[in-house]
């Protein structure tokens, strides 16, 4: 069964830093797309950023230059690095990945498997 588990998430100040990290199991997602999203309350699940198995990325431009996403084979995981938070940074943010090419900044009806969420709340 194909699992993914996020972690990292909690409170900071803006300005502050976090990293969150996802870990596959019952699957090898090495050749996947896989992707950050994150939702607010009262807001649709948007799309943060996505690394194809090349290694490629692609962000939203709401956090270009202050987000990273990047991936470990080995550990069939995937990280998020968030700086420079905000408070509109505030959601609830999942990772996702699929058995395809990534295409541009990832849409939620691209992927089918989907972790439970972990909480990011940033305070001004």
């Known amino acids: 069964q194909q699992q993914l588990a996020e972690s990292g998430g909690g409170s900071v100040q803006a300005g502050g830093s976090l990293t969150l990290t996802c870990v596959a199991s019952g699957y090898t997602y090495s050749t996947y797309c896989r992707a950050w999203f994150r939702q607010a309350p009262g807001k649709e699940r948007e799309g943060v950023a996505s690394i194809d198995g090349d290694g490629k990325t692609t962000y939203a431009d709401s956090v270009k230059g202050r987000f990273t996403i990047s991936k470990d084979n080995a550990k069939n995981s995937l990280s998020l690095q968030m700086n420079s938070l905000k408070p509109e940074d505030t959601a609830m943010y999942y990772c996702?990945?699929?058995?395809?090419?990534?295409?541009?900044?990832?849409?939620?009806?691209?992927?089918?498997?989907w972790g439970q969420g972990t909480q990011v709340t940033v305070s001004s």
């Open positions: 996702a990945a699929d058995h395809k090419y990534c295409s541009g900044v990832p849409q939620s009806p691209d992927f089918r498997y």
